[in-house]
């Protein structure tokens, strides 16, 4: 019977697009929670079947699904930095301050 190959790159893809996403408020769980369920789910066919699938696209996959996981919590984490940020400070004064950071950047 020949060995099936994982295709890791839609998980990597959608773990960068996460990454790139982190810093609009956090809305880069979305893609990164993706990618690691699609990676999870992969690995749990891999665990009926091993000797079906390339050790290599196994190995490849289970990187994907740890750089997911890694990018899922950055985001977490940011996530609950923004909601902190707009509990304390308040979303006008978030808003002043992200205004005048644009301002200063244009007069550069």
């Known amino acids: 019977m020949e060995q099936q190959k994982l295709n890791a ?20 769980l979305i893609p ?4 690691f369920f699609i990676a999870q789910s ?6 009926l079947n091993p ?3 390339i050790p290599e696209s196994v190995k490849s996959m289970n990187t994907a ?8 919590i950055i985001n977490v ?3 609950i930095y923004t909601i902190y940020r707009i509990s304390t400070i308040g979303w006008d004064e978030l808003m ?3 205004q005048e ?8």
């Open 9 to 28: 790159t839609i998980v990597y893809v959608l773990a960068i697009v996460g990454l790139l996403c982190c810093c609009i408020g956090g809305f880069g």
């Open 32 to 35: 990164a929670a993706i990618a």
């Open 42 to 47: 992969k690995l749990k066919t891999v665990q």
């Open 51 to 53: 000797d079906n699938y």
């Open 65 to 72: 699904k740890i750089l997911a996981l890694v990018i899922l």
């Open 77 to 79: 984490l940011y996530l």
């Open 96 to 98: 002043r301050q992200s």
């Open 101 to 108: 950071m644009m301002e200063q950047y244009q007069n550069q």
